[in-house]
């Protein structure tokens, strides 16, 4: 059974950083792509950014330049560094981790809150 533990969440002020972590066990096989997506009140999941296992990275517009995902294949974990937030990043952040055959997973979430 496929098992995460998500990391780093919680209250920042506008112009803070936060760094999230996901450790990811009970899968025997790598996961070719890992990442992050997000839900705020009332609105659906998005994705943040993904970072595949051979390099590839995507974000998305909002947060180009602000925020960086990063991947330690092996350990199977994922991280995301975010810079300059603002009060539109709050949301429950979610990590996620694709296996070889598409199969997809998902974290429990972590909240992230940026006061004004």
């Known amino acids: 059974q496929v098992q995460f533990v998500e990391s780093g969440g919680g209250l920042v002020q506008a112009g803070g950083s936060l760094r999230l972590s996901c450790a990811v066990s009970?899968?025997?096989?790598?996961?070719?792509?890992m990442g992050w997506y997000r839900q705020a009140p009332g609105k659906e999941r998005e994705l943040v950014a993904t970072?595949?296992?051979?390099?590839?990275?995507t974000y998305a517009d909002f947060v180009k330049g602000r925020f960086t995902v990063s991947r330690d294949i092996a350990a199977k974990m994922v991280f995301l560094q975010m810079n300059s937030l603002n009060v539109e990043d709050t949301a429950v952040y979610y990590c996620?981790?694709?296996?070889?055959?598409?199969?997809?997973?998902w974290g429990q979430g972590t909240q992230v809150t940026v006061s004004a």
């Open positions: 996620n981790a694709q296996d070889p055959f598409d199969r997809q997973y």
């Open positions: 970072k595949s296992s051979g390099g590839t990275s």
């Open positions: 009970g899968s025997r096989f790598s996961f070719s792509v």
